[in-house]
């Protein structure tokens, strides 16, 4: 249908009392415009009959019964919504981890993730914090914010975090009673060098603030005396 | 052994309720417990007592004055910075300034405190040397 302006709805009857309508049925009769509709269908109002069916299908009779009446589940279309983001958690600010191997450590937020964590960085040669993701249920926002600026993070996405496939192991008796061999998981080098371009503009804008870097490379902790419910971060 | 008493033009400082931490004027004493009370940014009310911390401050002022010549009476007496050169105002002040630390000023506050103890320490250790030479 051609987009239209949605006239508003006009009432051609408006109700003087619930139930009692301004104009006669006569009235309305003319006011509806049903003897235009009668004199163009030639003095009767027109008819419309139902299509003929078609026929259906013949059904084959089906080749297997169930023993016994399996009841099915119901359909699940629910759709997860994407995770919101904190208003207060936005690119450049700094967050400290709560949970985890590195938590105390303050660390800058990249960007969300399709899968809702966040994407975030240390960087690196400040804190030993990588490229990591982080939930945001275990993350506390500072209002201190970095310039992030030209920094380039589009090609970084979950698929960059999925584990490796590994390779299949062959059933062998001989297999077991060798030694194991260490399988190191080394980082490949691509992904050290990504790390180190997004830290490289990360570190220049953190070295402009006196004192950011110094922070960065701190944990944090409650000391005594602090109040987390009093604490603004 | 009372030096600040209820008078009409005694600042107060309001220590519970809606306006806790405002600085009001009291222009009027309505019966045993209860004043009214007056600011340059509010509308006049009537408070107990028991909300109210009496300051050193006064200004002169008839009673229930209209709040032009109330605004006027409290610059006249420079309220506001005979309040924050008060030692109760400043420290009013740094309780403010406290609480509204970011985590990254807490952090920078901690250089601070240690490079001055480093600094205070080093001063120290040269008087004793020289105390002890």
Known sequence: MAPSQKTAKVCRNPDLICGVGKFSRSKMYHKRGLWAIKAKNGGVFPRHDKKPAEPAAAEKPPKFYPADDVKKPLPNKRKPKPTKLRASIT???????????????????LKQLTS??????????INGVPLRRVNQSYVIASSTK???SGLDVEKIDDRY?????????RKGEGEFFE????????LPQEKKDDQRTVDAALIKSIEAVPDL????AARFSLKAGMKPHELLF | PFKRYVEIGRVALVNYGKDYGRLVVIVDVIDQNRALVDAPDMVRTQMNFKRLSLTD?????????????LIAAMEAADVKNKWENSSWGRKLIV???RASLNDFDRFKIMLAKIKKAGVVRQELAKLKKQSAA
């Open chain 1, 91 to 109: 690119p450049g600010t700094v967050l400290i981890i709560l949970a985890g191997r590195f938590k105390g450590k303050r660390v800058v937020f």
């Open chain 1, 116 to 125: 809702g964590l966040l994407l975030v960085t240390g960087p690196f040669k």
């Open chain 1, 146 to 148: 970095v310039v992030i």
């Open chain 1, 161 to 169: 975090f999925a584990k490796q496939a590994e390779k299949k192991k």
């Open chain 1, 179 to 186: 030694a194991d061999k260490q399988e190191k998981n080394v």
């Open chain 1, 213 to 216: 870097k110094t922070y960065l």
């Open chain 2, 57 to 69: 401050i006064t200004i002169d002022i008839k009673r229930v004055p209209k709040k032009k010549t």
């Open chain 2, 95 to 97: 309780q403010k300034r």
